[in-house]
């Protein structure tokens, strides 16, 4: 069974400081891992699709990278309207059950201004 | 910037009754989904649809959901019988080559 794992569950950060979400998972098959940006009462906002270890990509403030067990999300000298919930997703699956997505339980990050 | 449309944004509804929840997925997708959200809890998958036909169904998706595609634009999900426990949030969810995946605002859905 697939699993996503984020660490912390919540971040609280001073507008600029920089710092770094995490993302472990387990999957056989992986098709790609994704973070999304989630506001309150809002559907996921996709962000970044990474597949392959040693990939990255950036997006403003925001830099996701990729090793076989983990992803970060980087975010450097944010501000507070970076303020959301991060969630972290894998495509993959066993038993031929390839593309449904398996999420994290997200971290909340609060930058403070 | 195309959009996943969900309605309605929030449905109340008596325990037993049925309900639908719509969606417009992008026009030119082909994979279709319904994932929900427990308060505080994961977004978790319940189904998915590709040529008019379920391709793939979790544990939750039992026998009192159901999806359709009635006329080639909207995607609907049904409850037959709801329960307490099927108040969440609900998104649609439509891709068109299973590589990213746009999702809608979603439904949320309160069972009293």
């Known amino acids: 069974e697939d699993q996503v794992t984020q660490s912390p569950e919540a971040l609280r950060l001073q507008e600029g400081e920089s710092s770094s979400l995490n993302c472990s998972y387990t999957?056989?098959?992986?098709?790609?891992l994704f973070w999304y940006r989630q506001d309150p009462g809002k559907g996921p906002e996709f962000l970044f699709t990474l597949y392959s270890a040693g990939e990255e990509k950036e997006k403003e403030r925001l830099k996701a990278t990729l090793t076989k067990k983990e992803s970060f999300l980087h975010i450097t000298a944010p501000k507070p309207e970076d303020s959301a919930t991060y969630l972290c997703a894998v495509l993959g699956g066993s038993g031929g059950s390839n593309y449904k997505l398996t999420f994290g339980k997200g971290t909340l990050l609060t930058v403070n201004p | 910037e195309p959009e996943v449309t969900q309605t309605p944004s929030h449905q109340v509804t008596q325990m037993g009754q049925e309900v639908i929840l719509r969606c417009v997925p992008i026009s030119n997708h082909l994979y279709f989904y319904w994932y929900r959200q427990i308060l505080g809890q994961k977004v978790e998958f319940l189904v998915s649809f590709y040529n008019n036909e379920i391709s793939e169904k979790s544990e939750i998706f039992d026998d009192q959901f159901s999806v359709e595609r009635p006329d080639g634009s909207n995607f609907t999900l049904k409850i037959r019988s709801t329960k307490l426990e099927d108040s969440a949030m609900y998104f649609c969810?439509?891709?068109?080559?299973?590589?990213?995946?746009?999702f809608g605002s979603g439904t949320r859905l309160t069972v009293v």
């Open positions: 999957v056989s098959g992986l098709r790609g």
């Open positions: 969810a439509s891709s068109r080559d299973r590589a990213s995946y746009t």
